[in-house]
């Protein structure tokens, strides 16, 4: 089978322009070219309006790869790795550098939400516009238009100019043209996490029956681990420019969790004007030690140390658990009679225990809050991600679903004041 995607040592360069230097009055200026006007010319130019230098930044270099026709291939890697850069040099939004591109048959992208719509248009305009930008006739359009539409679920918005549309209906009817116009490469970068849970699975859904049915390919950008796990048969790992490792999905997905920065603690810079704040928040293993993975049969406890600069009457601390980065899963109180706490000026540590089995298999984020009834004192999301790892294979990272084992469990809370 012939590559329909080829890639060969591509490379995106930008030069970024640095300035140093401050506000510069027209009086100052003139004054200077009164009383030295070539030494102003050779030298008090830069002294004064400060000194202009340039740098090349490699977006991408030596970037190496094929696609079969049918592949659905996962890019993944952290913010400014180039994933984006990468899917507009296919697409064609931008030139490269250095090597090609290759794309081998007609290629759709849904890169940014609301890409080729006109906002004063209406949404029926804007699928025939929007198809005909994608390079589809009018014949195709009309033949697939009520399709896109109830794909969409528009319908009772059809009319409207799209100006009044939200971010999640721009990306719906922005996914549902692309992917019902048949193209041979679609090309989907995280635009797809502007759309609820319900649309993401639904658009999951829709691209892994159009690669197996119709054979289309698809390069697909996502920091959801759990969605290039369960539609992509390849992965891309790419960092600062580079590709890291091409592979089985989940072999790169394992590396790139290891790769990532898994630290055990955060500090928060402090800020004595503030009444209350955290200092620090720590994940510990089942033996006390600094761990942010778990296998799921261990306890394990989060760490919160946090200072009361005045005194706090009636609080309550709250740790909340997301997953999929935005999704909460559930909140727990510090109290589980949900009584108030008073804190006198000091500092303090408080200790909330996790027992095993609470959550599955998967990688996980929390805050931490203190607030009274209907007032947050602070907010703090910790980015530390919590993982737990299967029992079976505990170098195992792989997400397999986020979903809490427990919904009804309280947690253990404990807190000393240290000085």
């Given at each position: ?36 006007p ?29 696609v ?63 198809g ?8 195709d ?70 690669t ?88 394990s406890t989060?760490?919160?140390?946090f ?48 027992p ?15 607030h ?24 195992s ?23």
């Amino acid at each position: 089978m012939s590559a329909i995607i080829e890639v060969k040592n591509l490379g995106k360069k930008y030069s970024i322009r640095h300035h140093r230097g401050g506000y510069v009055a027209l009086r100052d200026v003139l004054a200077n070219i009164a009383k030295s006007p070539f030494r102003f010319a050779k030298t008090k130019v830069k002294e004064i309006t400060g000194v202009d230098t340039r740098e090349d930044f490699w977006a991408l270099r030596d970037i190496n790869f094929t696609v079969e026709q049918g592949e659905v291939i996962g890019i993944i890697g952290k913010n400014g790795a180039g994933k984006s850069t990468m899917l507009k040099i296919l697409t064609g939004i931008t030139p490269p550098t250095t090597g090609e591109a290759r794309m081998h048959g007609h290629v759709s992208s849904l890169l940014e939400v609301g890409t080729g719509f006109h906002p004063e248009l209406t949404g029926r305009e804007n699928i025939f516009l929007n198809g005909a930008i994608l390079g589809m006739s009018r014949r195709d359009i009309v033949k697939n238009f009520d399709a896109i539409v109830a794909f969409a679920g528009i319908d009772q918005f059809l009319d409207t100019p799209v100006k009044y549309y939200s971010s999640g209906m721009h990306v719906r009817l922005a996914f549902s043209v692309a992917a019902h116009l048949k193209p041979d490469i679609l090309l989907v970068d995280e635009v797809l996490a502007v759309g609820d849970a319900e649309f993401q699975k639904k658009c999951l859904g829709k691209m892994e029956e159009v690669t197996k049915q119709d054979g289309r390919t698809i390069l697909f950008v996502s920091h959801n681990m759990s969605a290039i796990l369960n539609l992509c048969t390849k992965t891309i790992l790419l960092d600062k420019g580079k590709i890291v490792e091409i592979g089985e999905t989940p072999k790169v997905i394992d590396r790139y969790l290891g790769n990532a920065h898994m630290n055990a603690a955060i500090d928060f810079p402090q800020d004595p004007s503030k009444d209350i704040q955290i200092s620090r928040i720590s994940i510990l293993n089942e033996t006390g030690e600094p761990s942010a993975r778990i296998p799921i049969s261990e306890k394990s406890t989060i760490e919160v140390e946090f200072e009361a600069r005045t005194s706090v009457e009636g609080a309550l601390l709250s740790l909340l658990i997301y997953a999929n980065g935005e999704m909460l899963l559930w909140s727990s109180e510090s109290d589980k009679n949900a009584s108030l706490t008073d804190y006198a000026p000091g500092k303090y540590k408080t200790t909330i225990a996790l027992p095993a089995f609470l959550l599955n298999v998967g990688t996980y984020f929390f805050d931490i809050r203190l607030h009274k009834p209907w007032v947050v004192l602070l907010d703090e999301r910790a980015n530390l991600p919590l993982e737990i790892l299967d029992v079976n294979n505990p170098k195992s990272q792989i997400m397999r679903g986020h979903h809490p084992g427990r919904l009804a469990a309280v947690l253990d809370y404990a807190t000393t004041r240290t000085s």
